[in-house]
Structure formats: structure tokens, C-alpha cells
């Protein structure tokens, strides 16, 4: 089946500043690549997704880029602000959803 | 258009017991997936049921079933708990089992003692 990596598992930020989570994918069969962001408590909630025939898309402060050679793909967040502190999940899917262990971020005012 | 809703909230079982967890999907949607995430952890993809018909199943024992009704909603039966199954069980649903985009119900904290 298919092993999703993610990493970092932490990440502190200056308020402003730009975050960086990077998840990598086994399965080249892999074509959905969705962002999901969980404060405490909540449920997760899709932020942003790429499919495999795109290399990257933007919403605002939020980019996704995928590099299906290399079989990696990373979330980019720009201008940080204090709401976007909480918890981070990518996921590879084929035919079912393979979640990453999830990146805490912190934005520090 | 309703979102994903999910009962009860939380629930305290017995180790040996058996619990039912319910979801509905959202307005339009009539496919639902059931994960288990553990604290710190990711979800774990548990099974997917797809117009009333299991579409899928991740590597969780015979123990753990489901049903989906006519209106899309939804049951996950566990058997036989154990301390392990303490989680968080999420639901998700979309509009299709070939469409990826799954929307989250907020959850059911099991905790079994």
C-alpha cells in the first residue's frame, strides 16, 4: 500500500513569516493530493488540493507543489498569521486516502 | 446544504463491549468514509461505503464493520473493544466514490476502559 511521509512533525514561525511542510509518497499510482488543516478539538478541513496532472496551484497565502518524478509534494504558506496555528495533514490517494502524521505549526506573534 | 454530522460526541465503553457510531453525510453526497485517528496521529482509513455497498477497506480487523442506508448515512460497528480502539472516529463524505474532495464530520471520542 501506500507510505506517506511528512515532515517536520513541529514548526515554529515569526508571525509573517513563511512555513514550509513537505510530504513525500510511495505509490506512483497516487493521483489526488489533498491538505487538510485541524485545530484542536476540530475536525479537519480541506484547504487546498492538487491532482496529479498539475504541478502547482495557489489560493492567496496557500500553494501546493507537487513533483510526481521525485514523488513529493509541499504545502507553502506566505505571511503566516496567527490563525493559521494548528495541526497539518497531507494525503496521497489512488483509490483510498493514506494521511501523513500531521505538522504542528505555531505562529508566534 | 447540511454538512457532515456525527453521534454521539463521545462515549465511554467497557473493554469486550460493542459500540455504534453513526454519521450522515452532507446534502447531495453518497459516498462515506470512516478513519480512526489516534491521538497525535493521522487518520487511518478504516472502510469507504459507496451507495449502500463496501467500496474499499483499510488493514482493520473483521471486528470493525459498517453499514450505509438509502439516505447515505451511515453506521460503524466495533466488537469486541479494546483499549486500543480508543480514538477519535472521523466520517467523511462525498459526492462520489471517483471524486476525491471528502468533507469531514467533527468526530466521535471513544474511550474504552
Known amino acids: 500500500g501506500e507510505n506517506v511521509e511528512q515532515h517536520p512533525s513541529t514548526l515554529s514561525v515569526q508571525e509573517g513569516d513563511s512555513a514550509v511542510i513537505k510530504c513525500t509518497y510511495s505509490d506512483s499510482a497516487s493521483n489526488y493530493f489533498p491538505w487538510y488543516k485541524q485545530e484542536l478539538g476540530k475536525r479537519p478541513q480541506l484547504i487546498i488540493d492538487i491532482r496529479s496532472n498539475v504541478g502547482e496551484k495557489k489560493d492567496q497565502r496557500i500553494a501546493v507543489t507537487l513533483n510526481k518524478t521525485a514523488k513529493h509534494f509541499s504545502l507553502h504558506i506566505t505571511e503566516t498569521q496567527p490563525e493559521d496555528s494548528a495541526v497539518y495533514f497531507c494525503?496521497?490517494?489512488?483509490?483510498?486516502?493514506?494521511f501523513g502524521t500531521g505538522t504542528s505549526l505555531t505562529v508566534i506573534p | 446544504e447540511t454538512g457532515v454530522t456525527q453521534s454521539p460526541t463521545h462515549l465511554i465503553k467497557t473493554r469486550g463491549q460493542q459500540v455504534t457510531l453513526r454519521c450522515s453525510s452532507q446534502s447531495g453526497h453518497n459516498t462515506v468514509s470512516w478513519y480512526q485517528q489516534a491521538l497525535g496521529q493521522g487518520p487511518q482509513f478504516i472502510f469507504q461505503y459507496y451507495r449502500e455497498e463496501e467500496n474499499g477497506r483499510g488493514n482493520f480487523p473483521p471486528r470493525f464493520s459498517g453499514l450505509q442506508f438509502p439516505n447515505y448515512s451511515s453506521e460503524l460497528n466495533v466488537n469486541a473493544l479494546e483499549l486500543d480502539d480508543s480514538a477519535l472516529y472521523l466520517c467523511?463524505?462525498?459526492?462520489?466514490?471517483?471524486?476525491?474532495?471528502?468533507?469531514f464530520g467533527p468526530g466521535t471520542r471513544l474511550t474504552v476502559t
Open positions: 494525503a496521497a490517494t489512488g483509490n483510498q486516502f493514506y
Open positions: 467523511a463524505s462525498s459526492w462520489s466514490s471517483l471524486a476525491y474532495e471528502q468533507y
